[in-house]
């Protein structure tokens, strides 16, 4: 299993952003994927869920109206369209998944890709 984020940047507050996390060596179509973010000093916090077949999502509080979780299963690629975009959403965000291996679950992370949102 391979999770690659791409997408990430510097950006003005108010601007846009749009993520990207491609998926290897698992039956994307068949889970749920998440974006995560970590922020300097502070703990990893989810951002969004969407699932399987991109039917629902669902949103932390803080980002709730300004991001948006899509999927592509066809590419096995999750996106997280970022708007509105604050100083405080600067941190190194994340995709994963919780997949069946075997006769147990493991979560998979990918490497981050930083976003600084910034004047």
């Known amino acids: 299993v391979q999770l690659v984020e791409s997408g990430g940047g510097l950006v003005q507050p108010g601007g846009s952003l749009r993520l990207s996390c491609a998926a290897f060596?698992?039956?994307?179509?068949?889970?749920?994927m998440h974006w995560y973010r970590q922020a300097p000093g502070k703990e990893r916090e989810m951002v969004g869920t969407?699932?399987?077949?991109?039917?629902?999502?669902n949103y932390a509080n803080s980002v709730k109206g300004r991001f948006t979780i899509s999927r592509d299963n066809a590419k096995n690629t999750v996106y997280l369209q970022m708007s509105s975009l604050k100083l405080e959403d600067t941190a190194i965000y994340y995709c994963?998944?919780?997949?069946?291996?075997?006769?147990?679950?493991?979560?998979?992370w990918g490497q981050g890709t930083q976003v600084t949102v910034s004047s």
């Open positions: 969407i699932s399987m077949a991109g039917s629902s999502t």
């Open positions: 994963s998944a919780t997949v069946r291996d075997g006769g147990s679950w493991s979560t998979y």
């Open positions: 060596g698992f039956a994307f179509s068949s889970y749920n």
